[in-house]
């Protein structure tokens, strides 16, 4: 169900509009779900298309690792390897630019 954030963001100055079309059966669905919260249908559209939306992001935003690759990934952390003679040179270059 919507959280505190999207209740809040639902008291700021409404400036966008966003529109679209949809069957009765859809609807109505969505009128009586309205009814039982006891909200205005807009104001219910508003907060279940913002949760859905932040939940979307969120799952997007979030790196799933299986049990190996969280393995591998902190072991590289705990134990990286020996940086390259190139890597040294270009740290050494990357330094010389900066310092200087």
Same mark, same amino acid.
């Given at each position: 169900?919507?959280? /505190? /954030?999207?209740?809040?963001a639902q008291n700021t100055a409404h400036k966008e509009r966003l529109g679209?079309?949809?069957?009765?059966?859809? /609807? !109505?669905?969505i009128e009586?779900?309205? $009814?039982? !919260?006891? $909200? /205005?249908?807009?104001d219910f559209c508003v907060a279940v298309l913002t949760?859905?939306?932040?939940?979307t992001i969120a799952q997007h935003e +979030?790196?799933?690792l299986s049990d190996l690759d969280r393995q591998v990934?902190?072991? +590289?952390?705990?134990?990286?390897?020996?940086a390259s003679e190139r890597l040294e040179r270009a740290l050494a270059e990357h330094k010389?630019?900066?310092?200087?």
């Open positions: 169900m919507p959280s /505190k /954030k999207v209740q809040l679209f079309r949809l069957d009765q059966q859809t /609807k !109505e669905l009586r779900a309205a $009814r039982l !919260e006891s $909200r /205005k249908l807009t949760y859905a939306a932040q939940r +979030t790196l799933m990934f902190f072991d +590289t952390l705990m134990r990286p390897p020996q010389r630019r900066i310092i200087s």
